[in-house]
């Protein structure tokens, strides 16, 4: 192959400045190597035609065919240019609005620019001044549309006195002059009389690019392998867009040609200028607003230049800022609570396939040689994954496959330099990503574990910041090739270093789902579980001793939950807040015990009292993690969260858990009394709207009365829901595994509970009720101007009884709107996203803390303005004065005062504005 | 014309014209060439002030803006003045 790769390590080179200019048709005619005048492509033998438009001097597409021009094999030949010459010339679509500019800042008698000497003087000077002070394109743009303005502006030459007239572009591509049409023919004069003086302080280098040229005389057309053709199975050829195109341009440029030699009609003349005009102009781009698309034959439009550079599919989105990658790898994704939060387990397909290089050396030339005896699929002795070679690359840059066949022969060629292609094996340090790679959690490193099976396994800890669950997502894994790369991985981009978010100074890390549900029930009040239970929820946990059993009753030990879950702790851990399942009793405060559980006191890294749930241990909102994060470091952190992990997926495992509909079963009783509450409500808004009618209703503030009965019924409807929950809510108590996982934060919320057991409520759309549909009513169903509740889209039933057909559709009218709300919001962030990717992504902070972009322009004297790092910040408060007066104090005091909660109120409301709702929603993939 | 009021907006940061003497020391300590700096428009409300009050202030001049913040306590910044 090409040269070993060494040689392209270390280049790195700094583009200074990109120059652009216009092709002169000298350099058109010169760098062309055949003019093409023929429209047809092969003869009837199927061979190119000499001067058409597949003339092998612009090189060849075929294999076996050489290239006139350099003789290059299909490999070999870049492809050269041709060039068409135009019987007349024609506008370039792309500078249309530099003509405009010039042709109205012009004189059209002299071609000198229309302002006087000192003017020129003047401008030259602010655009040199603007030079020395870093201006860009942008502010060049500004100046030179300012010059062109005061230069149009006038109404008499000053050089020669000529008066001007106004000259206007009749879009696209035609300019008149006060009515008169100005061919592409007197353009080009004009445009050549402009002297080069006067192009500076027009933002146009004459050096390189002479304004006639805007206009062409001759069109180079591009090589054949840009535009190859290709061979259908049938045999025939079809040829690509842009050839298509070409042809078109030659006949015309035929028919323009022979009409104008023999001397016809000038009116026929100009009707196919304006056909060559046309064809040309839709070779650049067949997409330029005013003039109907080129298509192809069967109607699909054409694929011209400007088409294959543009857009997401586009040569620049698609193929230059996106490259695909080798060493990669794809599938669907899957759970393990075994596997520690830093390691992802890859199949063995996978990793037999995927390889890292390394590189031969005196010292590992032994270990290279013994790895490629291995072969290309190894196993041990008991049958399981080994790490084998698939390829070696030698010195010179050759590579070898490695097969069971010739795998002594290889090793024994070995030598230092060459590189050894060794497949995957445990400990190896991988990219692991998921789209859509919103943050830079989106993508972390993790450890390999080979595992069998056909999908990539981590822990659940993990997938809150890949937003993954397992309902068929796939990710995506690199394998790292250099030694700088993995080293940078390991230290920055590791998952146990990312436990942190940037985003909120909190844990994106945490328990989910389970993980809470298990730990609720582990350390929930006092919970005991026998020492056979014990060691179970303690497998695979290291852990110095077996708590003290707090009972023995028949022979038996029992140990307490709490004392379990203490194992897991840092030895010197201290700690109080209150949990998830805290009721706002306010018990805490006066220091007596709460009835609860739900406040939670760690001293010396035993958990004395509380319930360990979400606010614990949670993604986004574990306090516990966040701590030890915080003062322990990421190795005690990702210990922390593998112990707790197992731990709580032991625990439920121990104890058993499931849920089903009838958790939302309640008794009769209740049932009458919703019904009853719900009926006062109807009734309620019965009242309302006759008061309404008759005139009496208190109008709000700033409202209208219709608006004041809207608000009036909704919070009357509200309040219905909200106690038909509550009246629910007092026959589901914490012995309910829905509520244990409502209330402790694993899954859903008591509001779901409520639906569910109670009733669902009002639908809104818009967040108001329901009217649209029929004239004066939603449904036929109702009377036409019912204000009433049911006409308006509440429902009173609740998920479990079912809801009757009005209210079904009323609530797939409130349903719909979800969906839209969703769909608009993903796309809308999606493009918000990606333009302030554009406009950030070559900013970096460099030693001196400042934030400067590539061109080592200052975007912040100091990062952030402080120089903080906002992961490193506990939620978004700098000083969290509450936490040191608790570390100084103790814990009691910083109660006493209440710092935490009022005057810093924001700490515990900051991480909430997560994902609450937004996932699950579209079902599978 | 221009209204000094402005100044006094809490939003509006503070503003200084560097002195000539002391720009070379400012541009060593922060690493940076003069066009590597952020701008500020001539037409900048705030400069209009400026000009008002201590005359007319040439373009490429620096100008030290001191932010009170939260968390950094004071964070200066620097700007050219370029034309507009």
Request: with cysteine; proline share 5%; aromatic share 6%.
């Amino acid at each position: 192959m090409r040269a070993p790769i060494i040689s392209m390590v270390g280049v790195l080179k700094r583009i200074s400045s990109i120059k652009f200019a216009l092709l002169s048709p000298d350099e058109i005619r010169r760098m062309s190597a055949i003019k093409v005048i023929t429209p047809d492509t092969y003869d009837e033998d199927g061979y190119p035609k000499e001067m058409g438009l597949v003339d092998p001097h612009m090189g060849v597409i075929e294999p076996g065919l050489r290239c006139k021009t350099c003789g290059g094999k299909v490999d070999e030949c870049p492809g050269h240019f041709g060039h068409i010459e135009l019987a007349l010339p024609v506008i370039h679509i792309g500078y249309v609005k530099e003509i405009k500019k010039l042709l109205q800042s012009t004189c059209s008698s002299c071609g000198r620019i229309m302002l006087t000497e000192d003017q020129i003087k003047e401008y030259n000077k602010i655009l040199k001044n603007l030079k020395d002070l870093g201006g860009d394109l942008s502010d060049l743009e500004h100046i030179t549309k300012e010059i062109v303005n005061d230069a149009a502006s006038r109404g008499i030459c000053p050089h020669c006195g000529a008066e001007q007239k106004k000259v206007v572009l009749d879009k696209p591509y035609t300019f008149r002059e006060e009515g008169h049409k100005l061919s592409p023919k007197e353009i080009r004069e004009r445009l050549e009389k402009i002297p080069d003086d006067d192009l500076i302080p027009l933002g146009i280098n004459p050096e390189v690019a002479r304004p006639e040229w805007m206009v062409l005389t001759v069109l180079p057309v591009p090589p054949v392998t840009v535009r190859p053709s290709i061979t259908l199975e049938s045999g025939d050829r079809s040829e690509d867009d842009l050839t298509h195109k070409l042809v078109d341009i030659l006949r015309i440029n035929q028919r323009v040609r022979e009409n104008r030699d023999s001397g016809s009609p000038q009116l026929i003349i100009e009707d196919l200028w304006e056909l060559l005009q046309y064809h040309i102009t839709t070779y650049f781009d067949n997409q330029t607003s005013g003039i109907p698309p080129a298509r192809h034959r069967s109607g699909r439009p054409l694929k011209t230049l400007v088409q294959r550079l543009k857009g997401k599919e586009g040569r620049f989105r698609s193929n230059l800022s996106g490259k695909r990658v080798n060493f990669s790898s794809r599938t669907v994704i899957s759970p393990d609570p075994y596997l520690s939060i830093n390691e992802v387990g890859v199949p063995i397909p996978a990793a037999r396939e995927l390889t890292v290089g390394l590189r031969v050396t005196p010292h590992n030339i032994e270990k290279a040689k013994e790895l490629v005896l291995r072969g290309n699929s190894p196993v041990d002795e008991e049958g399981r994954y080994l790490p084998g070679v698939n390829y070696i690359i030698r010195s010179d840059g050759r590579r070898i496959k490695v097969t069971e066949k010739n795998k002594e022969t290889v090793a024994e060629k070995i030598e230092t330099g060459y590189i050894v292609e060794r497949q995957l094996q445990d400990g190896d340090i991988v990219l692991f990503n998921r789209q859509p790679s919103l943050h830079r959690m989106s993508m972390m490193a993790h450890e390999v574990r080979i595992l069998p099976g056909k999908t990539f396994r981590f822990n659940l800890a993990v997938c809150p910041p890949y937003n993954a669950d397992f309902d068929g997502d796939e990710m995506n894994l690199h394998v790292l090739q250099s030694e700088e790369a993995r080293a940078e991985a390991r230290i920055i981009m590791r998952v146990q270093e990312n436990i942190l978010s940037p985003r909120f100074g909190g844990p994106v890390i945490g328990g989910i789902h389970d993980h809470i549900t298990g730990m609720f029930f582990l350390t929930h009040k006092d919970a005991k579980f026998t020492e056979e239970e014990t060691l179970r929820i303690l497998k695979g946990i290291e852990y110095d001793h077996l708590p003290e059993p707090v009972e023995e009753k028949d022979g038996v030990r029992y140990y307490l939950g709490k004392d379990i879950f203490s194992l897991a702790l840092p030895d010197d851990l201290n700690m109080s807040f209150r949990g998830s399942i805290c009721q706002k009793r306010g018990l805490c405060k006066l220091g007596k015990a709460c009835p609860d559980d739900a406040f939670v006191k760690i001293e010396d890294g035993r958990l004395i009292t509380g319930t360990i749930d979400e606010k614990a241990i949670g993604a986004f909102k574990g306090k516990i993690l966040d701590k030890i994060a915080r003062e322990y470091g990421p190795d005690t952190t990702r210990k922390f969260l593998d112990t707790i992990t197992m731990m709580s997926i032991g625990t439920i495992t121990v104890r058993g858990f499931s849920t089903g509909i009838a958790d939302e079963d309640i008794p009769e009783e209740a049932k009458r009394q919703i019904d009853e509450l719900l009926n006062k409500a109807v009734r309620k808004v019965e009242e309302l709207v006759r008061a309404y009618r008759e005139g009496t209703l208190e109008q709000m503030p700033g409202r209208s009365m219709e608006e004041s009965l809207e608000v009036n019924i909704m919070r009357e409807l509200g309040k219905a829901r909200d106690g038909a929950g509550e009246i629910a809510g007092r026959h589901l108590g914490l012995e309910n595994p829905a509520v244990v996982m409502a209330r402790s934060g694993a899954r859903a919320s008591m509001l779901n509970l409520s639906q569910m057991a109670g009733s669902i409520g009002q639908q809104a759309v818009r967040g108001e009720r329901l009217f649209r549909g029929y004239y004066q009513r939603t449904l036929p169903h109702f009377k036409r101007g019912d204000l009433g509740a049911e006409a308006h889209g509440f429902v009173r039933s609740s998920y479990k009884s079912g809801l009757n057909p009005t209210e079904y559709f009323f609530h797939s009218m409130g349903g719909r709107e979800g969906l839209v709300d969703t769909a608009v919001r993903t796309s809308r962030s999606g493009y918000m996203q990606r333009r302030l990717i554009n406009a950030l992504e070559d900013l970096k902070v460099v030693e001196d803390r400042s934030v400067r972009n590539t061109s080592n322009t200052i975007i912040q004297f100091t990062y952030g303005e402080d120089g903080a790092d906002p992961a490193k910040i506990p939620a978004g408060i700098a000083v969290d004065v509450g936490e040191v007066v608790s570390d100084i104090l103790g814990e009691e005091y910083s109660d006493e005062l209440d710092i935490k909660e009022s005057s810093f109120g924001t700490k515990d409301e900051a991480p909430e504005i997560e994902m609450d709702d937004l996932d699950e929603e579209g079902g599978d993939e | 014309m221009s209204d000094a009021k402005i100044l006094l907006h809490h939003l509006v940061p503070e503003h200084q014209i560097v002195r000539k003497e002391e720009e070379e020391e400012i541009l060593r300590k922060l690493k940076a060439k003069k066009d590597e700096l952020p701008k500020i428009r001539k037409s900048d409300p705030v400069l209009r002030v400026l000009e008002s009050a201590y005359g007319t202030i040439e373009e490429g001049t620096l100008i030290r803006i001191l932010r009170e913040s939260e968390t950094a306590g004071m964070s200066v910044a620097y700007r050219v003045v370029v034309r507009g």
